[in-house]
């Protein structure tokens, strides 16, 4: 008598992975093609990879905040600054490619852009650079749209840390705790007392504010970093996503996503 069950084949290290699957991914659009393409696909697609990856834990660090786990929101963040690390890392292999092997298959990408990353706008979005703009720029229905939907009303990782403090017994403004997530983060004097009182007395809760710091510098070295290898690749030609290129990065460089905690230094 035969036994119709079949047995399910034994997981392998490809199809755990789905490698078949993921190793075909990888499509340059040249002539040839140029051998430079297939390292441009590889980084973009490893960036969004570690972007699903940085939402992941950006996510965790705000479900901890709210159960007061502070030590384990810390743990978390330290793992997401290993990350960021990691990413900014990688610009160092794209900056091997001169700017004639860009060109070889620039005319190729046509209009698309890191700019246009949906990811990298959740990233934002949760850590409170949030515009409609970012939203209006994808089809409405697409799972671009509807994630950034979701995550502009969603409160941010800062406002998870506000009401955390206020819970451990700090006298954060009223106003702050029920302020609207989906407006941007604006600096408070009143805050910034608070603050100051954390650092100088409360060693656990100031060890987390410089990991929030860590994170804001970590981010905005990205941006730097980013920006200067746009520089030394294209100079000041326009980018393929339509803005102005390297000019308008310089902008998005040096603001501070955490505000009040750069300002109290000074006061320390
Ligand atoms: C040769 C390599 C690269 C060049 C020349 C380049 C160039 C540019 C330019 C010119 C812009 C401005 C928008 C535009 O008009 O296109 C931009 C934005 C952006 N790029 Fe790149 N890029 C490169 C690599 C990367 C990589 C590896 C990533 C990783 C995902 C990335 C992510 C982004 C993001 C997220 C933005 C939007 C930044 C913002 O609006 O604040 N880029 N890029």
Sequence with gaps: MSDNTETPAAVTYSSYLKLDELLVLQQPRSEGPEHDELLFIIVHQVYELWFKELLHELDRVIRLLTDDESHRAQHTLKRILTI???LVAQLDILETMTPLEFLSFRAR???ASGFQSDQF???EFVLGAKTLAAIGRFPAG???????????????VWDAFLRYLSRE????PAGLLARDVTSEVQSSATLQEVLITVYRRDAKNAELCERLVDLDEGFQEWRYR???MVERTIGSKHGTGGSSGAAYLRNTVGANLF???WEIRAHL
């Design 142 to 156: 697409s799972r671009a749209h509807r994630a950034l939907t979701a995550r502009f009303e969603q409160p941010t």
């Design 121 to 123: 706008r959740q990233i």
């Design 84 to 86: 960021l690390k990691v």
């Design 259 to 261: 505000p009040d905690l």
């Design 109 to 111: 990408l046509e209009a």
């Design 226 to 228: 980013h920006v200067r």
């Design 169 to 172: 017994g700090y006298a954060v």
